[in-house]
């Protein structure tokens, strides 16, 4: 069974701290990783995908890769209240197929 | 319209009816995804149609029965379901093209209710 983990939570972080979050995944196949925030009541949205090992950095969020390990993790930097949302990881199979696997997500706290 | 539209969004039906929930993209994408979100358990893939091919049917039992008649439309025919499958059904498309394989975009679901 192919799968993704993430720690459920809830992470709670200070207003204008580093949020950490991490995720593992047990398919060696997977080539490319996603994050989605959703909001409840709500519908995922796309904030990162990383295809390769590495840093990939757009604004306030940066998206961390190391395939040898298998473990993907999102850095929010200056975390604002309105981040506080459920983050879920999710990652491709490399096999030209389109099947994705989603993590239960972990639930992100921002204090005021 | 823009983006992943999906109709009705809340729907609450009976164990005998026959319902069929709607999904358009308005994002030119290749590929259209049926996934089911239930409290507390991760997103399950249910259906993939690329170019209007189903490509992924994820063991979904048969009273779920997918239909995509072109790239911008897809359809979730439902009959004879379980309470079990209260759920939201959320729509997602996708572009794989360089640089972006497997970004999908979502709709804002169907929240259904089986009683």
């Known amino acids: 069974q192919k799968e993704v983990e993430q720690n459920s939570g809830p992470l709670s972080v200070p207003e204008g701290a580093i949020a950490s979050l991490n995720c593992t995944y047990s398919?060696?196949?997977?080539?490319?990783f996603f994050w989605y925030r959703q909001y409840s009541g709500k519908s995922p949205e796309l904030i990162m995908s990383?295809?390769?090992?590495g840093d990939k950095e757009d604004g306030r969020f940066t998206a961390q890769l190391n395939k040898a390990s298998q473990y993907v993790s999102l850095l929010i930097r200056d975390s604002q209240p309105s981040d506080s949302a459920t983050y879920l990881c999710?990652?491709?199979?490399?096999?030209?197929?389109?099947?994705?696997?989603f993590g239960a997500g972990t639930r992100l706290f921002v204090k005021a | 319209e823009t983006g992943v539209t999906q109709t009705p969004r809340h729907l609450v039906m009976g164990m005998t009816n026959k319902k069929s929930l709607k999904c358009e993209q308005h994002?030119?994408?290749?590929?259209m995804y049926w996934y089911k979100q239930s409290a507390k358990k991760p997103l399950e893939l249910m259906f993939v149609y690329s170019l209007e091919e189903r490509v992924e049917n994820n063991s979904v039992p048969s009273r779920f029965s997918p239909e995509c008649p072109n790239s911008s439309h897809l359809f979730l025919h439902l009959h004879t379901l379980q309470p079990e499958d209260s759920a939201l059904y959320l729509c997602a498309s996708s572009q794989d093209s360089s640089g972006k394989v497997g970004e999908q975009y979502f709709g804002p679901g169907t929240r259904l209710t089986v009683t």
């Open positions: 990383i295809y390769s090992n």
């Open positions: 999710a990652a491709r199979s490399g096999t030209g197929g389109f099947k994705t696997i």
């Open positions: 398919d060696r196949g997977s080539q490319s």
């Open positions: 994002l030119g994408h290749n590929a």
